[in-house]
């Protein structure tokens, strides 16, 4: 099956420091990867959807200039927290979607990257 | 705006029950409807999907149904154990991944 890997699996960061997590497509090619957040008990939020070779698509309330996405290839994405703070902890999930490429199309999800800023 | 809820919250039970999950969505115009597990601190493991002009899926203990009309899912867990404690996740797919509140299950022995 597809794996969808991150790095780091966990990170704590000072406050003021900008901290970048990886998600890579492992055995498949993926034009679109999506990033979530999930706070403390609460579900999965979307934050942006990133398409390989364009600008990432924020959702309302995304602020775009602190969560930077980059998407240069088609196995790796990667988003950026930028002059992080206590509120952005958080656990980051990214998921991919194959080549095939509709809305219908099977999302592959990555383990999760925890975030702490002291 | 789709809006997806799930009943109950939590959830807490002995080994041995049949337990149901139920998901509602607002806008039925959804192309599939996915059950997922989240264990503490992991990603996603992936349950079931259906597709919108399906009915239901099944695999093993779990048994997943959808009334796309009337904006529902449920999961069906036979014989509950301790291994399935986790928290159980709907998503319905529009043109994006929305997912639901999560039910949070704890199977004790």
């Known amino acids: 099956g597809a794996v969808v890997s991150q790095h780091p699996s966990r990170v704590i960061c000072k406050s003021g420091t900008s901290v970048k997590i990886e998600c890579r497509s492992l055995?498949?090619?993926?034009?679109?990867m999506f990033w979530y957040r999930q706070f403390p008990k609460q579900s999965l939020m979307l934050m942006a959807t990133s398409n390989e070779g364009s600008k990432a698509t924020y959702e309302q309330g995304v602020e775009k200039d602190k969560f930077l996405i980059n998407h240069a290839s088609l196995t790796l994405s990667t988003l950026t927290v930028t002059s992080a703070h206590p509120e952005d902890s958080s656990f980051y999930i990214c998921s991919a979607r194959g080549l095939a490429g509709g809305p219908t199309d099977t999302q592959y999800f990555g383990p999760g990257t925890r975030l702490t800023v002291l | 705006k789709q809006e997806v809820t799930q009943i109950p919250a939590a959830l807490s039970v002995p080994e041995g029950e049949n337990l149901v999950l139920n998901c509602s969505f607002t806008d039925s115009a959804i192309y599939n409807l996915q059950w997922f597990r989240q264990d503490p601190g992991k990603g996603l493991t992936s349950l079931l999907l259906?597709?919108?002009?399906?009915r239901e899926q099944t695999s093993g203990r779990l048994n997943a149904s959808l009334d796309k009309s009337s904006g529902r899912s449920t999961l069906y867990i036979a014989a509950s154990q301790p291994g399935d404690s986790a928290t159980y996740l709907c998503a319905v797919t529009t043109d994006k991944l929305i997912f639901g509140t999560g039910t949070r299950l704890q199977v004790f022995p």
């Open positions: 055995d498949f090619q993926a034009t679109t």
């Open positions: 259906i597709q919108s002009s399906q």
